[in-house]
């Protein structure tokens, strides 16, 4: 494949992927505050930011960043979640296309550095959700999204500010600032999930010990000081998380905690219905294939790396069923059986940037050793592979999408009539107001009959009721 083909061939690479990561927002578009969206919004707006963490931290859990994200809710508002997931998308697409842009070479051009990293950035995205088993709760729902996909974005925002800084060299002074930066995003993205800390502490290790194994690091490298200072704020995050008096109280409601060999196993049983779940659905199996083969296909395009070898390629792909796995015991701890769905988005993260590492080192070693006549050729095959696999894949995948605006649309009609209710009750202050009954798509709590359900409790304080109760049947007024 020429040169001027390469612009042309990127959009096409980046079409599947756009088609159904605008299904994504379409549908995100219709999401607004269910179950515990009421609790967080009326606490953030009765305590005010600061005393609505510390209030989190003493009655629920230890995370401390979701508590702060919650904070937004107020402003938000139920209606305003139409615009939050779109947005959310938007940004992670962002920060996944600049974290890959980055990895290219300085002189490469560019107009080709984003194109392909649009391509490979989108093509990414639409596979983690593609694998994701529980889009709807793992992102459409607030209370679902901060502690599941926003540490995905934080920790990709974290590799945007490592790769900006390496690039330059940086004096004991100037460092200050990074070395800052790097403690306070990863112990930001430390205090979001308590699925994604454990995972972060060990691949922060891991960072450090191939660093120092390849490049024999020392301790005043500005590299190994960023690292360090990322380890440094991940074990803070869960050294936080794991003290918060909250704990006790959340612990009350779950199992009884296993022994560490049960956890392992309940856990490794999780991982095999995880593997077994996207090995085995061929929309899932094609994603992802197309997806590696457009990451070779790009590193056949551009030396991104130097000095490479090929068994790179394999320990990095070995490291993403690995860190995978590593998503699994905390939640089986917890809840002594596999982690539900909307976790896997986290170990899907994992898998995804695995094959990603390795597709692009066996692109960029393959770039080093194909004649001219042979890359030509091996051009086109993958390009043909690619889109192919990723065109299949993307077009099954927006068609389960689409068959469901009709439930997703049916929801946000109902809600916006019921909050209608809700506003105009605020005027007459009456002792119980009646709304229809809800059904959501995310299969979270919704308000029922019993003005007692803690639902019906934090919606009526948030818009400042007496008592709400839904139903379909109300009784009929009194004059």
């Known amino acids: ?27 995100g578009s219709f999401s607004r505050f269910m179950g515990d969206d009421f609790c967080a919004a009326y606490i953030a707006e009765r305590f005010g930011p600061l005393r609505a963490v510390w209030y989190w931290y003493l009655n629920w859990n230890g995370g401390y960043s979701v508590s702060v994200l919650g904070e ?25 296309v600049a974290a890959i842009a980055l990895f290219f070479p300085k002189e490469t051009q560019i107009r080709e550095k984003l194109l392909a990293s649009l391509a490979l950035g989108g093509s990414v995205l639409f596979v ?48 200050f600032p990074w070395v800052g930066m790097s403690f306070l995003v990863t112990l930001f993205c430390g205090g979001l999930s308590e699925t994604f800390t454990p995972v972060q502490i060990v691949f922060f290790v891991s960072l450090i010990g191939w660093n120092y194994l390849k490049n024999k690091a020392r301790f005043r490298d500005q590299n190994f000081l960023f690292q360090f200072a990322g380890l440094v704020g991940s074990i803070t995050a869960l050294m936080i998380m794991v003290s918060a008096p909250g704990n006790t109280i959340r612990r009350s409601f779950l199992p009884t905690a296993p022994d560490p060999i049960t956890v392992i196993q309940i856990a ?84 995804v940037i695995g094959f990603l590492a390795s597709g692009l080192i066996a692109g960029t070693w393959l770039n080093g050793r194909l004649s001219a006549k042979h890359k030509n050729i091996a051009n086109l095959a993958f390009f ?10 993307s077009y099954m995948n927006a068609k389960n999408l689409y068959a469901l605006r009709h439930e997703y649309a049916a ?20 002792d119980i107001v009646y709304i229809p009954a809800l059904k959501n798509w995310a299969r979270v709590f919704d308000p029922s009959d019993n003005p ?28």
């Open 128 to 175: 983690i959700l593609l694998l994701s088993p529980d889009v709807p709760q793992s992102l459409y729902w607030w209370a679902g999204m901060r502690p599941y996909t926003m540490p995905l974005i934080t920790i990709t925002f974290y590799a945007i500010l490592y790769q900006w800084h390496s690039r330059k060299h940086w004096n004991k002074i100037e460092m």
């Open 1 to 27: 494949m020429t040169k001027k083909w390469l612009f042309p061939g990127f959009l096409t690479l980046f079409l599947p992927s756009a088609i159904a990561l605008s299904m994504h927002g379409f549908l």
């Open 384 to 393: 043909i592979f690619v889109v192919g696999s990723l065109g299949v894949s």
């Open 268 to 351: 490794f049983s999780g991982y095999l219905a995880f593997l077994a779940d996207i090995f085995n659905t061929p929309e899932k199996l094609l994603g992802l294939t197309g997806m590696t083969l457009g990451a070779i296909w790009i590193g056949i395009q551009f030396k991104l790396v130097d000095k490479i070898r090929l068994w790179y390629a394999l320990a990095f792909l070995a490291g993403g069923f690995v860190f995978a796995f590593g998503c699994f015991p905390p939640g089986s701890y917890g809840l002594a059986e596999p982690p539900p769905g909307r976790t896997h988005i986290i170990p899907d993260f994992m898998l």
């Open 72 to 96: 937004l809710l107020p402003l938000i508002k139920p209606d305003g979640m139409a615009y939050v997931i779109p947005i959310v998308l938007v940004l992670w697409l962002a920060v996944t």
């Open 411 to 430: 929801f946000a009609q109902k809600w916006d009539e019921a909050e209608t209710i809700l506003l105009q009750a605020r005027q007459t202050d009456p």
């Open 452 to 479: 007692k359900f803690y639902v019906n409790e934090c919606i009526a304080e948030y818009y400042h009721l007496n008592k709400v109760i839904a139903t379909d049947n109300p009784p009929p007024s009194t004059p």
